[in-house]
């Protein structure tokens, strides 16, 4: 009876808030607190939905798709206190009548570009540059009345060859030019750099929220090189003369900023969740950015997690990140407390160890009740740092276990890795995640 009577209420709020909003004449509209309202989100969840406790317990009695009007959206049961999100491709979200498209459209409210923002995609020869796909996601997003994350201005994997040679016409291989001297020169890859960041940052100004300016610009304790299999720090060099080679970083966080004001800005990397040297790292890289003058407002932790993980280092990690907070305050008062964590690529592989056999191993029940416990460990510990006012988005890297790259990372198998299986039915990991709005 109570939860009856909290749906009529709800429906009855919902009625009002709707007469209310035509009356104004605002069809678009926005909330109180500038979010963003959207017609197609409402018309994918029921209004009878009061996202209770008791609520969602009922729901586990059933089976269920994430679109049906009787299955809440992820996303509200943090409304007001973090955005959850989800990755997309072009093509789950270009026909809005697939289940993917309203899986995708109701359960979240910010959203990522697996691939097709990086700069490969984006500019695959001098001069030329596709932007339809990602054109589309901001469509997308912007009906859906969700934020956007642009991934990634920098990476040191797909970036077009040609950035890195001395000729952009040179048909050999990037490591041939490398042996024979025909790389590109410092200032030609900086120019290459600055021009498409300025291109890319200043067609979505505005329309893109948080970008992901670098990713992964370390390895264990310090800034890739070419061994590495990156040839940024290399070929540009220590500019400034102050033995860092990290000035592209600066160079590409200075590029986005003068092209949006505006946008988050942050920094990317993976292994954060475990290893307290490249925390230590990213640190110092950061610290040593804001004291120059380079206005860094945030830091993503990819968080790519197995089954049988500690989330002890974890806490360590986000907690040390966090402690920058203090240095941009000072650094850049007019902004403070504007410096943020994000989980920007969360997953759960549920081999233990990275190279498991079991290619197509049928998950049981057991397993994914494990996997739930273990994400609802995960959730609890990022909301105390979501309720401290550090992490501000939890982005998930996959939409349901058949698309996920850890079915053919780091060989093929069958992983159950997400919080929808393979059909959009909902896991018990759904219901682990949401359950931590309560606590």
């Known amino acids: ?63 269920h798709y994430s679109y049906d009007y009787g299955v809440p959206a992820l996303y509200k049961y943090f409304e007001g206190r973090c955005q959850i999100g989800c990755i ?37 020869a001098p001069g030329v540059y596709n932007f339809d796909p990602c054109d589309a996601f901001v469509k997308f997003a912007d009906e859906a009345g969700a934020a956007t994350r642009g991934h990634t201005l920098l990476w040191h994997t797909q970036v077009p060859d040609w950035w890195f040679k001395a000729d952009p016409s040179n048909e050999k291989s ?36 948080y970008w992901d300016v670098v990713n992964e610009v370390l390895n264990a304790d310090s800034i890739r090189r070419k061994g590495d299999q990156s040839y940024w720090a290399d070929i540009v060099g220590d500019l400034d003369g102050n033995g860092y080679y990290d000035d592209y970083v600066e160079i590409a966080f200075n590029a986005a900023r ?16 475990w290893q307290d040297t490249k925390v230590q790292a990213m640190y110092d890289m950061v610290e040593r950015m804001l004291r120059k003058g380079v206005r ?86 990022f909301m105390d740092f979501v309720d401290d006012g550090v992490i501000d988005a939890i982005v998930f890297w996959g939409t349901d276990d058949e698309n996920s790259w850890l079915n053919t990372t780091p060989k093929l198998r069958r992983n159950a890795s997400l919080l929808f299986d393979r059909d959009l039915s909902l896991k018990p990991a759904y219901y682990a995640i949401a359950e931590a709005s309560f606590r």
């Not at 607190?33 to 009695?61: F, I, M, N, R, V």
């Not at 003068?258 to 800005?265: H, I």
């Not at 932790?301 to 500690?310: K, L, M, N, P, T």
């Open 296 to 381: 860094i407002d945030g830091v993503g932790f990819q968080s790519h997690i197995a089954v049988d993980s500690s989330i002890d280092a974890y806490r360590r990690g986000l907690e040390k990140i966090a402690s920058l907070a203090d240095i941009y305050d000072e650094c850049f008062p007019e902004h403070k407390g504007n410096f943020r964590v994000q989980i920007t690529e969360l997953d759960m592989n549920m081999f233990v160890g990275a190279n498991s056999d079991g290619s197509f191993i049928k998950w049981t029940d057991e397993d994914f009740e494990k996997q739930a416990a273990k994400y609802r460990e995960l959730m609890d510990m």
């Open 88 to 124: 997309v491709n072009s093509w789950q979200i270009s026909n809005p009548d697939d289940t993917m498209y309203k899986s995708l459209a109701k359960n979240y409210n910010i959203y990522v570009m697996e691939n097709e923002f990086k700069p490969s995609s984006i500019n695959p």
């Open 258 to 273: 003068a092209a949006d004001e505006d946008a988050v800005l942050m920094i990317n990397d993976f292994n954060l969740e």
């Open 174 to 209: 990037l490591g041939a030019c490398d042996k024979d001297g025909e790389l590109a020169s410092s200032e030609q890859l900086v120019e290459r750099l600055e021009e498409y960041i300025t291109e890319v940052v200043t067609r979505y100004k505005g329309k893109v929220d």
């Open 1 to 63: 009876m109570e939860i009856i009577m909290k749906r009529f209420l709800a429906l009855l709020t919902v009625l009002v808030l709707t007469l209310s909003l035509c009356s104004c004449g605002n069809a678009e509209g926005d909330s109180a607190d500038g979010a963003k309202e959207s017609k197609l989100k409402a018309s994918l969840t029921s209004p009878e939905l009061t996202y209770s406790k008791e609520e969602l317990e009922a729901l586990k009695e059933g089976y």
